[in-house]
């Protein structure tokens, strides 16, 4: 139960910081100078750049929680392929 829970917690924080990082990076796309939502554009850049450092250890943490099955998906991909090309060579 505790890993469920572990996951859903870094499968939560993920989202929270992708919508961080497509709102304020749209948010200094379309605003080039000046405040945004009343923040100075260099101290939003600087939250953005924490906030996607912070993602990418996440983004880390969660492929090696689910190594094994990143594992299993691709050797069913790779066998899958395998499978389809030697039926297309049979008929």
Known sequence: MKKFRFKAVLSSLMLLAFLFLAFSGALMYFNKTGMILGIPRGSMRIAHTVV??????LAAIHLFVNRSLYLSELKSLVHGRISNEKHKEDE
């Open 52 to 57: 996607a450092a912070f993602m990418f250890v």
